[in-house]
């Protein structure tokens, strides 16, 4: 599916469904079972952090909670899609966002611009979603082509369905202590997620996260560092980025490492301190002739360096990225409660 | 004059201007030079980073653009305080704030409220001075005492006057690369002009903040790790907190250090890097009977013992303090031109 156009997978997945979600997601499972047996075969190796099965796990309970809406009050979360150009990392994303939506019986829309469109056209799409009471959550896959202003674009998106948690003002209110955003960044989010449900101690640790992007790495650091109301997580937070001298060392004092720089296999076990437990955000892809695109896609740890120091590490792909996903539908289904004041 | 209520301090400044400020100041600088000599004599002990007068040399400028303001368009800045409570320091911070803006000749106003008052009263407070086109900056003394919410009432706050820079979408702005506040909040860019000025090298270098505070840690941490479109930093920063393990080991890897805790000599000699430039934010009363007022201020570094082991160091009083009213002028000046549209 992944050659055909996202209007048309969206298109086909909502009126026949022909492409059943549950052949790709087995062979998935089977590799990571896998490593997970390995691992459990042999004590020097890290616990693998399955991100996916937490992932199907939350998508469950959306889905049920979907359900009882739509019992309830006749009505459906609605994510909707700004994608501009066609780079093939986004249309992958988007792609997945568009199945994840169909699982839990979202409602989805998208708004595809050619890469040549202009900045009003952009906010023209996204003023159309803030007006549809059917659409809670609006999202513009970034990045955008180099050409476009992305702040004047994401102002114009209501805060109330900033499903991403980009809007400024509610990074501000993740930022200041006792304030609460609307949203919290998924990727973040997820990422403290998978944390709390490996029963990984948060509280007083030293954690490094490497790279500093807008998405990832600064809301990744609020949340370790602070947290929300309800879940504080009080780590010492290091964030290490390109300007730094000696990465490796500082990145060896961590308790709990995030790789969010982008760089294929930057972090190499000399850099992890024994029994640190690693979550990997990279999403590279090689070059792999002998898969089916190509390609194939890896973190930015070498996977099969960390599993001999680290405690615990997410794999690529099946790690940090389906709770990005995940992330994205439970804050949909968060702002479509809130407008329709469903509890 | 520091017994006298606020209100009599200003009109007595703004009428007849009966205690010249020359004579404290005087004391002040005579106790820095003792310092500088001190260390300019004995080659092991740090340099001292002297706040007072790269303070005073922004407070000339600042008043030179105010004249050459007055003279062009026969406007002057203006700058409001909204008092609640009559807590020792934030009367004393205040007063500064009285002082500074009469030296450099803004105008100032001042809402004093009782410790009981709602908050719809500081709210219609903040309102009037939003309204009020004779004012340019507003802050909200922190803290509000303890029944208020402080983010209901920051939220009136207009944020073309939030010169304190702490509305959420000021910190939000700020915590995005690519994005500008109208406002930084004033320690945190007091600290970087110290560190400029002082020709302090603060790319790549690690950085330690001690303290998470939303109007020092948090903004601290930005500056140093991003800074502004203009000024790009991109220290490798960590944040120290009370749940930190390990507190001094971290800190002693700071090639920078700024300690903004509110603990009284919490930073001792042994936590420091040799070589490492240290701000002290803390500014602590301790009981004296000695002084004047039956107390003294002293900094979050015990600062006998870090002359010995860094390279330069702020003292308290007279190194932050100071820069943090000259950087609150600043923003004063920066939002009156705007709103004047005088360049």
Redesign the interface.
């Given at each position: 599916m992944s050659g055909l156009p996202l209007s048309l997978v969206l298109t086909l997945i909502q009126s026949k469904n022909p492409f059943p979600m549950i052949e790709p997601k087995k062979k998935q499972r089977k590799v990571l079972l896998l490593v997970n047996l390995f691992s459990a075969a042999n004590n020097d190796t890290a616990r693998i952090i399955d991100g996916r099965s937490a992932a199907e796990e939350i998508k469950s309970s959306i889905a049920i909670e979907v359900s009882r809406m739509k019992e309830s009050i006749g009505k459906v979360p609605g994510l909707a899609v700004i994608l501009v150009g066609q780079r093939r990392d986004s249309l992958a994303y988007v792609r997945n966002k568009i199945m994840a939506c169909h699982e839990v019986g979202f409602r989805f829309s998208i708004a595809e611009l050619p890469e040549s469109c202009t900045e009003d056209a952009v906010c023209d799409a996204l003023s159309n979603y803030n007006k549809d009471a059917s659409i809670h959550g609006i999202l513009v896959q970034l990045p955008l082509p180099q050409h476009f202003d992305?702040?004047k674009i994401l102002n114009v998106l209501s805060l109330e369905k900033d499903v991403d948690g980009?809007?400024?003002?509610?990074?501000?209110?993740l930022?200041?202590?006792?304030?609460e955003p609307l949203f919290i960044p998924c990727t973040a989010k997820g990422c403290i997620e998978l944390l709390l449900s490996s029963d990984v101690e948060i509280?007083?640790?030293?954690a490094v996260v490497i790279g500093?992007?807008?998405i990832v790495g600064?809301p990744t650091f609020?949340l370790l560092?602070?947290g929300q109301c309800l879940q504080r997580h009080?780590a010492?937070?290091?964030?290490?980025?390109a300007?730094?001298?000696n990465?490796e060392i500082?990145t060896r004092e961590a308790d709990i490492l995030v790789a969010a720089a982008g760089v294929p296999n930057l972090v190499r076990g000399s850099w992890l301190k024994p029994g640190a437990v690693v979550l990997d955000v990279g999403i590279n892809p090689i070059e792999d002739p002998e898969s089916e695109h190509g390609y194939r896609l890896i973190g930015d740890v070498c996977f099969e360096e960390a599993v001999r120091i680290a405690s615990a590490v997410t794999p690529v792909p099946g790690g940090v990225g389906p709770m990005t996903v995940a992330m994205l539908l439970l804050n949909t289904l968060e702002a479509a409660k809130r407008a329709l004041c469903f509890t």
């Open positions: 992305e702040g980009f809007h400024p003002l509610n990074i501000g209110n930022a200041i202590q006792g304030r509280v007083g640790k030293r500093r992007s807008n600064l609020l560092q602070c009080h010492t937070v290091s964030i290490v980025h300007y730094s001298e990465p500082i």
